[in-house]
């Protein structure tokens, strides 16, 4: 019966098996043995990574990367724990309102998003025009084809995934908790200090690997808004597979698995700084 029962089981697994077999594992398996390949002879060579880490063509796209996630990131979660906070406290109703919205705006990102902030911010946009004719100071020249633009967009679709992974911790803090606080005279700052936010810290870690991870993979928004003219990770990767005159598949392999190491150490050091925290609290 037992094996009955796992055969069946087993047999249930197996689409989803072969989905990660052909859409991962192999994909992953073909770049990392590309990235080591010598363009042209097919040796095996670590040229491509040398190339990368020597070249400041290379560099300023890893840099503008790792600047661009990791901000956007941090300003993400401190703004979704304010939404995150107003879900929690909201009744039932407003509750469903919120988190229909969020679930709704969480997916308006890639070209959408790129061309909605062209007609908000763009030279000729809605917000650019009235801050021109109302001498707005920061509408009336702004430039959304730059790094602050790029980050704004990031930022945009950072904060409904980060109150959407941030709101449920909320709940872990009971009404009990804060009456025990009062009780005891303690203030609002002693009461997030000690009680709050140990109890929400773990789900901020998580939140900013997966943000981190969600910003540094970002493609379609960049691209849309300011095409190869900005140096990032996955335009850079994108024009080495799809190059207009010679494609330079060994190297943007290897731009692949630096991109997948610098996702892997954040995963590794936000659960190793989480670890370290609980074993302090």
């Given at each position: 019966m037992f094996q009955n029962e796992k055969r069946k089981y087993l047999i249930l697994l197996l689409p989803f098996a072969l989905l990660i077999l052909l859409f991962e594992l192999m994909p992953l398996a073909n770049i990392l043995i590309n990235s080591f390949l010598e363009p042209g002879t097919g040796g095996i060579t670590l040229s491509n990574f040398t190339t990368i880490f020597t070249s400041d063509y290379y560099l300023m796209s890893i840099k503008n990367s790792l600047f661009?996630?990791?901000?956007s990131a941090l300003i993400g979660i401190a703004i979704a724990l304010l939404g995150a906070y107003a879900i929690h406290a909201a009744g039932d109703r407003m509750k469903k309102f919120y988190i229909t919205t969020l679930n709704m705006t969480?997916?308006?990102?890639g070209i959408v998003l790129a061309f909605a902030f062209i007609l908000l911010l763009g030279n000729s946009g809605i917000l650019t025009t009235l801050g021109e004719r109302w001498s707005l100071a920061g509408l009336n020249d702004y430039d959304l084809y730059t790094t602050s633009g790029i980050l704004i967009t990031f930022i945009y679709f950072q904060i409904p995934l980060a109150t959407l992974l941030l709101y449920p911790s909320f709940d872990g803090i009971k009404t009990e908790y804060k009456e025990a606080a009062s009780?005891?005279?303690?203030t609002t700052w002693q009461f997030w200090s000690k009680i709050g936010l140990p109890l929400v810290l773990p789900s901020i870690f998580g939140t900013f690997s997966v943000l981190f991870s969600n910003a540094l993979a970002a493609y379609a928004t960049p691209y849309a808004l300011l095409g190869n003219n900005f140096a990032l990770l996955p335009?850079?990767?994108?024009?080495?597979?799809?190059g207009d005159i010679v494609q330079q598949v060994e190297l943007g392999s290897a731009l692949s698995i630096v991109m997948l190491v610098l996702m892997s150490t954040m995963t590794v050091l936000s659960n190793s700084l989480l670890k370290k925290f609980r074993k302090g609290v």
């Amino acid at each position: 019966m037992f094996q009955n029962e796992k055969r069946k089981y087993l047999i249930l697994l197996l689409p989803f098996a072969l989905l990660i077999l052909l859409f991962e594992l192999m994909p992953l398996a073909n770049i990392l043995i590309n990235s080591f390949l010598e363009p042209g002879t097919g040796g095996i060579t670590l040229s491509n990574f040398t190339t990368i880490f020597t070249s400041d063509y290379y560099l300023m796209s890893i840099k503008n990367s790792l600047f661009v996630s990791v901000l956007s990131a941090l300003i993400g979660i401190a703004i979704a724990l304010l939404g995150a906070y107003a879900i929690h406290a909201a009744g039932d109703r407003m509750k469903k309102f919120y988190i229909t919205t969020l679930n709704m705006t969480s997916n308006f990102q890639g070209i959408v998003l790129a061309f909605a902030f062209i007609l908000l911010l763009g030279n000729s946009g809605i917000l650019t025009t009235l801050g021109e004719r109302w001498s707005l100071a920061g509408l009336n020249d702004y430039d959304l084809y730059t790094t602050s633009g790029i980050l704004i967009t990031f930022i945009y679709f950072q904060i409904p995934l980060a109150t959407l992974l941030l709101y449920p911790s909320f709940d872990g803090i009971k009404t009990e908790y804060k009456e025990a606080a009062s009780l005891m005279n303690a203030t609002t700052w002693q009461f997030w200090s000690k009680i709050g936010l140990p109890l929400v810290l773990p789900s901020i870690f998580g939140t900013f690997s997966v943000l981190f991870s969600n910003a540094l993979a970002a493609y379609a928004t960049p691209y849309a808004l300011l095409g190869n003219n900005f140096a990032l990770l996955p335009i850079r990767i994108s024009s080495m597979f799809t190059g207009d005159i010679v494609q330079q598949v060994e190297l943007g392999s290897a731009l692949s698995i630096v991109m997948l190491v610098l996702m892997s150490t954040m995963t590794v050091l936000s659960n190793s700084l989480l670890k370290k925290f609980r074993k302090g609290v």
